[in-house]
């Protein structure tokens, strides 16, 4: 059994703050074919799924989606035609608004976390954002977004993350704020990411889901 840490409570993330994170990572690069880094987890990514998904791979110097697949029109309203080529705000969008930033904030401390640790450390550190989806028929839906791939360059840049979204409404349907998990394999431990939201006082990560 991993040992959950204390909740560790980071500031929520703005836009513009995003958007300017993830400059660093665009850069000239000569790029493997995703489809081919990530063929076999692509063929076994229900494996990865607790519910109906959707799946996409967001490619960093290149600052746009270049793979989609799943239950995009049923969760998202959109065809993987419509995903392919659009920017990563694109998949943004399709959560709830109030989440927004919290999915934004987790996003980024992910990637710090990740950014500490040797290369080959990284592939025992999960992470599980657990945040709400407006669906096309506008009902409010619970998704855990999981990554389950991700391909770095030769100095340990991050150049394509491929992500999982599942409906976890069926597990999950209270109106607590989103938070973040990070599992370490190899130090069994689980932390719990928590945003500071001014003005509204964080209600207790009591009762997380044991997914």
């Avoid at 990514?45 to 600052?63: F, K, R, T």
């Avoid at 998704?143 to 770095?152: A, D, F, N, R, V």
Wanted: charged share 20%; with cysteine.
């Amino acid at each position: 059994m991993p040992i959950v840490m204390n909740p560790e409570k980071i500031d929520l993330v703005d836009s513009g703050s995003f958007a300017a994170y993830w400059l660093q990572y665009q850069q000239p690069n000569s790029l493997p074919d995703c489809k081919t880094v990530f063929a076999d987890t692509i063929f076994h990514i229900h494996n990865y799924a607790l519910g109906m998904y959707y799946w996409n791979v967001g490619s960093l110097p290149d600052s746009k989606i270049v793979g989609a697949g799943g239950a995009l029109r049923e969760l998202t309203g959109h065809s993987e035609e419509e995903w392919l080529g659009a920017p990563p705000h694109f998949a943004l969008q399709h959560f709830f608004p109030d989440d927004v930033p919290f999915v934004m904030a987790y996003v980024m401390k992910f990637d710090q976390y990740l950014n500490q640790l040797p290369v080959e450390e990284r592939k025992n550190v999960r992470a599980s954002i657990f945040a709400r989806i407006s669906t096309p028929e506008k009902k409010i839906k619970w998704l855990c977004i999981q990554y389950p791939g991700s391909y770095y360059d030769s100095e340990g840049k991050l150049i394509y993350i491929l992500a999982v979204c599942s409906d976890i409404s069926h597990i999950k349907k209270d109106n607590n704020p989103p938070f973040m998990s990070i599992l370490d394999t190899s130090m069994g431990e689980q932390k719990v990411f928590l945003c500071h939201n001014p003005g509204d006082e964080l209600k207790s990560h009591a009762g997380l889901p044991n997914l």
